[in-house]
């Protein structure tokens, strides 16, 4: 068939990180030490994510957190369609706090761009109680996608997985359009895991 470019095995990939549990009146936010590390408060004072569109793709996410309101503008799933799981999907949840939970509203935690819009895009499934999750490449494939045409400007994968042509391929694409693509790398002690996307 002349219309297929190439062919490849279906690739699994986890998500990663332990996600941090600072800031104004975010109950938290002590826990946040990273963030102090990264400079973020002063950060902050220049940019807080004011106009910026991030695609989380990774598992569902609790869209009606309340630490997410009135950050959340849209959410899909490729992975199913149970909306109740995708809302109860615990680390694409963290991973969304982590970038824009609400800061100085008296709840859980602040995120690094607190004033950034998401699109959740769910591309992983829990495998566990403790929110382990995978993802493989058709479901990831299907997310970047759908960010690359939703013309976002950061996308978020805090994930890894081995070498995969079609996920580089898309984002080749992404970056050539200037999306930011931001991976996660393992923790040092996990140093011989897949670095892939990061």
Not at 10 to 25: K, Q, R, W
Not at 27 to 36: N, V
Not at 73 to 89: K, P, W
Not at 149 to 165: E, F, K, M, Q, T
Request: aromatic share 4%.
């Amino acid at each position: 068939d002349l219309r297929i470019q190439d062919a490849q095995a279906m690739n699994e990939f986890s998500t990663l990180g332990d996600t941090p549990a600072t800031a104004v009146a975010d109950p938290y936010s002590t826990m946040q030490h990273a963030l102090r590390r990264i400079g973020l408060p002063a950060a902050q004072q220049l940019a807080s994510g004011r106009g910026v569109r991030v695609a989380v793709i990774d598992t569902g996410l609790d869209d009606r957190h309340a630490d997410l309101l009135g950050r959340m503008e849209a959410t899909d799933n490729f992975v199913d369609r149970d909306a109740t799981q995708f809302r109860r999907d615990r680390h694409g949840t963290a991973v969304a706090g982590a970038i824009a939970a609400n800061a100085g509203n008296g709840q859980g935690i602040r995120g690094v761009a607190p004033q950034s819009r998401l699109i959740g895009l769910k591309a992983c499934w829990e495998i566990n109680v403790r929110g382990d999750a995978a993802c493989s490449s058709l479901t990831l494939a299907g997310a970047l996608e759908s960010a690359i045409r939703r013309r976002v400007h950061v996308i978020n994968l805090s994930l890894a997985g081995p070498s995969d042509r079609l996920l580089t391929s898309l984002l080749q694409q992404a970056m050539a359009q200037g999306i930011l693509v931001v991976g996660a790398a393992p923790a040092a002690v996990r140093s011989t895991a897949p670095q892939f996307p990061a």
